[in-house]
């Protein structure tokens, strides 16, 4: 293990160099796709020739480092990560980026000691089930800045970070319960957790807001990437005459299993009209840059602090992607007025439900049931 207590501490540093009047230039970067389990650098043009990236002030550069749970390479979870680090690794000549995918929650530990150990002034944990192994190399690491994505936790040098993708959510719902001519709509899903769980619900909530006779049925994976299973559970959903299918899995499975079956297809983290086509509804989607800008900014002006990021649409952390060619104008007008009322605060998503003035710590980590308009119950 690297001791740091008798070296300067990049906090120190940061905050040094913050006080001097550092500020960004643009740049650009270079992108790169990483082996299952290896590292991957992304060095800015501004870069001296032993590959570590310098700004035109020639002050020394910020390193950030992702970990991802799956593969970069196929549209879901960890490609719209990877998409929103790519975005500010070409924004700032000053920053130096570096990724590791396909990383098991079990050897996540590991490999976040291996990039505090080195040269990373901030890490970013993207998946859930990373936030135990995080916490425990942040309270080892107090000199390394750390963000978990999803979680609840956070330390002095760890915070935590999501965006309210249920508010995209419930406008998909809106659009898929104009669309549907069965009322039954399915829902391919990952683990019975509070996040998932709270976009069943919404999505639920926005068809039921225009269809009062559409229900929800759910298929689990029990897993966040695993496009067998997630196409199986779809077939599943196909045999019960759904005809509007969704998904929150870092594949685009089921989205191809219900385009295929020629139904309404909605997805999940990234745009996926090329895969459905005529089927394509739209998707909820992630914009990461959004967050990831301002906070590695604030790493280098020395300015970071430990929170709670949870923005909506209004951030532009989340959006509705581009509606597919057949969706009719219906169904993009009454999306386009909830929106509106959504980023004029007259729109609650929880308005009407068993969770209408529910606190934030309520629904971002104890929401465990389904509202109405979904069948069954939540497994345990």
Known sequence: MVDKKHTRSRRELLTALGAAGITGLAGCSGGGDGGDGEATTDTGDGGAGDGTATSSDGMDSITAAWVYNSEVGDLGWSWAHNEGRKAVAEEYDWLETEYTEAVAPADSERVFEQYAQGDADIIFGCTFEYQDPMASVAEQYSD??????????????????????????????????????????????????????????????????????????????????DPPTESEAANALLDEDVDVMAQHQDSPAALRAASDAGIWATGYDAPMGDIAGENYLTSPIWHWEEFYGPTIESVRDGSWESDA?????????????????EVPQEAKDTVSESRSAILDGELDVWAGSAFEGENDEFLFQEMSSYVDAVEGEVPN
């Open 144 to 225: 390394t800045y750390f963000e978990h994505n999803t979680g609840y936790l956070t330390m002095e040098n760890m915070g935590r970070y999501m965006g309210r993708i249920y508010q995209p959510r419930y406008l998909a719902g809106q659009a898929a319960g104009t669309v549907t001519e069965t009322d039954t709509l399915g829902y391919v899903a990952a683990f019975p957790i509070p996040e998932v769980i709270r976009g069943i619900n919404a999505y639920a909530l926005g068809a039921a807001s225009v269809n009062d006779s559409a229900t929800l049925k759910v298929r689990w994976t029990n897993s966040w990437f």
């Open 309 to 325: 990021y949870w923005e909506g649409i209004e951030s532009g952390i989340c959006s509705l992607d581009d509606w597919g060619p």
